[in-house]
């Protein structure tokens, strides 16, 4: 229930105490002798607060209604709900978070006149927070009792539970070991033997000695014998499994404490630490005007930073279909959101955002994006006269690349601004070598269900989309290096939004394949993706052959021929394949070597397509249809005078 203020009668004051952290921390602002003041030209409030409002303390968080998650911060909505009297009024929000963006605080709503809305910040009252911590410790104190006590009971328990499994062992090994024997005659042996039990007490001198020599035979026709075993039996069965049962009870009790002593630590630490290196606690007080006792509805806005999102990716490819079937991998798209702002967001509508977020009702100044030829480094060297220039202005001559000799700065300033300079050409040289990132930063993504995001700096995945996005597949194989041919996809991006940088899965038939990392992709843009060796798509490689002859009349030269088989065969039932093998042919660098290709022709054909690619390597394009076993002969020859020889190389 809420009452006015007894202050005075044309202002009623009501404050809202919201916990929105535990490392908040309550002291309010020195604000003595503040009255309202009418008539006074030097005053331009609206309403100025008496020393100490009326307050009401809430122990749960204000509704958060939806939140705006930047790469560098996060957008908070909550609703307050008050009935509130005629007159003017005060609503004041208690700890907001630590990490709250000042100028961001803003309230819109319904029902009442919002006349003035401040963003407060007032020294902690550091005997109420000691307090606080006292009283958990104290709590922690009850609770270590408790768990000491149970686990008094579980080492009773425990003891119990062994005496009673050392009878039932003696019995196990054997009648001449048996408490139960028949023979007393040794009974004076074991009188101080004891064996005590809750609600079985036996005697060494009411038992049978347990070294009776007697015959097993005769024992286990001793009734009286066979009777005491019965009774043992039973009351050692029902006996442990209840005892069992209890102790595992006990254990599970003993456990839950020990949890609840170790969140309460962590609270005390996160208690003590927030009071150590933050002294101010965080409000925001909203003055509003009611023509009549109604009830209000107030959304308030504001950032926080601590929390940011990133794009993750699951491709999931199948080659399950056939001829007919239209080639799609599914893309399901993830936001990794992780938030540290001291409060959770619970049951909340989540966006994602690419935008910049702006602050203020003004939109952001847009500056002018120039282009310019990319000079070199060694272009921009100036002789050894210009580094000695004057370090008073940051200018191009003095703060080119190169210009600066780090021996001859003395000024502090002008170190700052030559480092504060070379950071703007780096975020200058990023912006233009990647012009095409400007137009997909500013995205929004609606989650389409209420999550649920804690403060605890762990990353949370949500769904984002899960679309099907149309593709190629192919193979490629590379026989000289290994024998595997290997699928990979041409995929559109088919979707309404684009593909933002980010982590991404391969899964080829639901097996896990590889991790690899997406560019950037717009709508309508193409990207590759490798699938992993492809088994149904066999590959090897023959023995080559090569052959030396001497060619020529006037001079002499040697001619190489080599010859290479590669066998290709498709074991897919169902599906054609396209494949391109990579060969390496030995490109010259001597104009007297000559290599000429004999096969197969540089030529597009109704098979595919044969070409040399910028390495100079040959690629060859063949479709494959089911079940089909093609070989393919790469051929060519090496020509050099015969007073010389041939080296091969590597080049990367």
């Known amino acids: 229930m809420i009452e006015p203020s007894s202050c005075s009668s044309s202002q009623r004051t009501f404050v809202f105490e919201v916990t929105f952290s535990e490392l908040s921390f309550r002291r309010r602002e020195n604000t003595k002798n503040s009255t309202r003041r009418s008539g006074d030209p030097d005053s331009d409030d609206l309403l100025l607060l008496n020393d100490e409002p009326h307050t009401l303390h809430f122990a749960s968080d204000l509704p958060t209604k939806n939140v705006i998650v930047y790469c560098d911060r996060a957008e908070v909505r909550r609703l307050v709900v008050a009935d509130l009297p005629k007159g003017t009024n005060e609503i004041l929000i208690q700890n907001v978070s630590a990490v709250v963006e000042r100028q961001s605080v803003r309230v819109d709503g319904r029902g009442a006149l919002i006349q003035e809305v401040q963003y407060q910040e007032m020294p902690i009252d550091t005997q109420q927070e000691t307090e606080k911590v006292q009283n958990l410790e104290r709590n922690k104190f009850e609770l270590e009792n ?14 119990r539970t062994e005496v009673l499994d050392g009878v039932a062992a003696q019995i196990a090994s054997g009648p001449c070991a048996s408490p139960f024997s028949s023979n007393k005659s040794d009974s004076g042996t074991c009188v101080s033997r004891r064996h005590t039990v809750t609600g079985l007490q036996t005697s060494c001198s009411d038992l049978p000695s347990l070294h009776s020599t007697v015959p097993q035979a005769n024992l286990l026709n001793n009734e009286d014998t066979l009777a005491n075993l019965a009774k043992f039996l039973n009351y050692y069965g029902e006996t442990v499994s209840g005892m069992k049962g209890e102790l595992r009870a006990k254990q599970r009790e003993a456990d839950s404490l020990t949890e609840r002593i170790d969140a309460l630590e962590r609270q005390i630490d996160q208690l003590r630490c927030g009071y150590e290196y933050d002294s101010v606690k965080r409000n925001i007080s909203i003055i509003v005007e009611m023509e009549t006792a109604a ?35 599914q893309l399901c798209y993830y936001g990794l959101v992780e938030q540290n702002t001291g409060d959770d967001w619970r049951d909340t509508e989540l966006v994602l955002s690419t935008a910049s ?35 008073s202005a940051a200018s191009e001559e003095d703060m080119g690349f190169g210009s600066f000799d780090y021996n001859e700065i003395v000024d502090a300033a002008a170190l700052h601004r030559y480092n504060t300079c070379q950071m703007s050409r780096s975020s200058e040289e990023n912006s233009i070598s990647n012009p095409s990132f400007e137009n997909l930063i500013s995205t929004c993504f609606s989650i389409p269900r209420a999550v649920t995001i804690h403060s605890n700096g762990i990353e949370h995945k949500v769904l984002v989309a899960m679309v099907d ?18 699928l990979s996809a041409t995929v559109t991006n088919t979707a309404t939004f684009p593909l933002l940088p980010g982590p991404a899965a391969i899964y080829l038939n639901n097996s896990f394949i590889a991790k690899t990392h997406l560019r950037a992709i717009a709508p309508g843009e193409e990207f590759r993706c490798s699938l992993g060796a492809d088994p149904a798509v066999k590959v090897e490689q023959k023995s080559p052959t090569t052959c030396h002859e001497q060619v020529g009349f006037m001079s002499k030269s040697t001619l190489v021929t080599h010859e290479q088989v590669i066998s290709l065969r498709n074991a897919k039932v169902a599906q054609s394949v396209q494949i391109t093998v990579r060969e390496q042919i030995p490109k010259s660098v001597d104009e007297k070597i000559k290599i000429a290709i004999i096969s197969p022709e540089i030529k597009r054909g109704q098979q595919g397509e044969v070409r040399l690619n910028r390495e100079g390597n040959l690629e060859w394009t063949t479709i494959l249809a089911p079940g089909q076993h093609r070989d393919l002969i790469v051929k060519y020859t090496i020509e050099y005078p015969s007073s010389e020889s041939v080296t091969f190389k590597l080049i990367a």
């Not at 279909?321 to 799609?328: K, P, R």
Request: charged share 20%; net charge positive.
């Open 469 to 486: 996005l149309s593709c190629a597949f192919f193979h490629e194989c590379v026989p000289s290096r290994c024998s595997s041919a290997f």
């Open 146 to 159: 408790e768990k000491l006590a149970i686990e008094d009971e579980i080492s009773s328990l425990r003891k």
């Open 295 to 329: 009830s209000v509805e107030l959304f308030v806005t504001y950032q926080v930073y601590c929390a940011s999102w990133k794009p993750a990716y699951d491709i999931r490819a199948s080659t399950a279909g056939d001829e007919q079937t239209a080639n799609s991998v």
């Open 357 to 391: 977020p702006s602050l203020g009702g003004a939109p952001p100044p847009l500056a002018t994006l120039a282009a310019s030829l990319h000079k070199p480094k060694h272009q921009r060297q100036r002789h050894g006269s210009a580094r000695r220039k004057p370090m």
